[in-house]
């Protein structure tokens, strides 16, 4: 799997091997960038070299960033065609033939989104992504911080799959009860808790409120300091009651006034400090002093 590296914790594979526990433990600030949306044919549909140069462009300027970043997460919709219709099997190899590029120091963190999985995935669809990117549910631990990647298309729609529903909320119980050790908790999904605010209207871009909620209330609850997700292709997101929701916009296809980027965050033993960068910016400057100094 593309996604493999030493201090996974996987879901399907917990075998010591593949679990590095000097992880765990706290050892000073790091950073790491979240990505999302490359979306491949989002733009023009039967035609994706414009999101295949700006994932490109994507890699170039994270390869060059000194000191390295821990990983880089790509946190869904990692391309546009839906499973099992056309374009998608040229776009699943072209977006990895870019992503290859990154420096092998830097590890790749995938997250499923409602375009890799289908927006009421079944079994046969959530198998296709595993085989492609990797486990659509894991944890893994860094640097003493404690790291969730979630399948959010089964909290919005498991219609067709509920048996992989209950199996992800089993399993992330189990991870929220033990969350207590880690410095800080972080969260990966696709799909925002909310855009703005928690109490918003349910629509195409957030959870429903009720299943929003209860998520917040949990991990509320085990700590969680902050939930990064995509989805929405504009920057957006809120800090409500400890909890910080970070909305990121795309590598792609941006539907705001936003423009194609990723976000450098920065964890320090007391906080959480991250801030969205322009590619081309990131690329001739790198990422800012001021976030620099906190390493």
Same mark, same amino acid.
């Given at each position: 799997?593309?996604?493999?590296? #030493?201090?996974?914790?996987?879901?399907?594979?917990?075998?010591?091997?593949?679990?590095?526990?000097?992880?765990?433990?706290?050892?000073?600030?790091?950073?790491?960038?979240?990505?999302?949306?490359?979306?491949?044919? #989002?733009?023009?549909?039967?035609?994706? /070299?414009?999101?295949?140069?700006?994932?490109?462009?994507?890699?170039?300027?994270?390869? /060059?960033?000194?000191?390295?970043?821990?990983?880089?997460?790509?946190?869904?919709?990692?391309?546009?065609?839906?499973?099992?219709?056309?374009?998608?099997?040229?776009?699943?190899?072209?977006?990895?033939?870019?992503?290859?590029?990154?420096?092998?120091?830097?590890?790749?963190?995938?997250?499923?989104?409602?375009?890799?999985?289908?927006?009421?995935?079944?079994?046969?669809?959530?198998?296709?992504?595993?085989?492609?990117?990797?486990?659509?549910?894991?944890?893994?631990?860094?640097?003493?911080?404690?790291?969730?990647?979630?399948?959010? @298309? #089964?909290?919005?729609?498991?219609?067709?799959?509920?048996?992989?529903?209950?199996? @992800?909320?089993?399993?992330?119980?189990?991870?929220?009860?033990?969350?207590?050790?880690?410095?800080?908790?972080?969260?990966?999904?696709?799909?925002?808790?909310?855009?703005?605010?928690?109490?918003?209207?349910?629509?195409?871009?957030? #959870?429903?409120?009720?299943?929003?909620?209860?998520?917040?209330?949990?991990?509320?609850?085990?700590?969680?300091?902050?939930?990064?997700?995509?989805?929405?292709?504009?920057?957006?997101?809120?800090?409500?009651?400890?909890?910080?929701?970070?909305?990121?916009?795309?590598?792609?296809? /941006?539907?705001?006034?936003?423009?194609?980027?990723?976000?450098?965050?920065?964890?320090?033993?007391?906080?959480?400090?991250?801030?969205?960068?322009?590619?081309?910016?990131?690329?001739?400057?790198?990422?800012?002093?001021?976030?620099?100094?906190?390493?």
């Amino acid at each position: 799997s593309f996604n493999l590296f #030493l201090f996974f914790l996987r879901k399907k594979n917990t075998s010591m091997k593949y679990t590095n526990y000097a992880e765990r433990e706290w050892t000073g600030p790091f950073y790491f960038i979240q990505a999302a949306d490359p979306q491949l044919g #989002l733009m023009k549909g039967d035609e994706w /070299q414009e999101e295949v140069e700006l994932t490109k462009l994507a890699v170039e300027a994270v390869n /060059q960033l000194r000191p390295r970043p821990r990983f880089m997460v790509l946190c869904g919709d990692l391309v546009h065609a839906m499973p099992d219709t056309p374009f998608r099997e040229g776009q699943e190899r072209d977006l990895k033939a870019v992503l290859k590029g990154t420096d092998p120091s830097i590890p790749l963190v995938f997250v499923s989104g409602n375009h890799d999985l289908g927006n009421t995935p079944t079994p046969r669809t959530v198998e296709q992504y595993c085989s492609a990117w990797g486990d659509d549910f894991f944890s893994f631990w860094v640097g003493g911080v404690l790291c969730l990647v979630l399948n959010s @298309q #089964l909290f919005y729609d498991a219609s067709g799959c509920p048996q992989l529903k209950e199996a @992800q909320e089993t399993w992330l119980e189990e991870q929220l009860s033990r969350a207590s050790s880690s410095t800080h908790v972080l969260v990966f999904q696709h799909i925002p808790l909310y855009l703005k605010t928690p109490d918003e209207e349910d629509n195409y871009f957030n #959870l429903q409120r009720e299943v929003r909620q209860t998520l917040i209330e949990r991990f509320k609850k085990a700590g969680v300091t902050a939930v990064f997700s995509g989805h929405c292709h504009r920057n957006a997101g809120g800090c409500h009651g400890g909890l910080d929701m970070v909305v990121s916009s795309a590598i792609g296809c /941006q539907l705001g006034e936003d423009t194609h980027g990723v976000r450098v965050v920065v964890v320090t033993e007391d906080k959480v400090v991250h801030r969205y960068h322009r590619l081309q910016q990131l690329k001739e400057r790198g990422m800012d002093h001021d976030l620099t100094e906190l390493l």
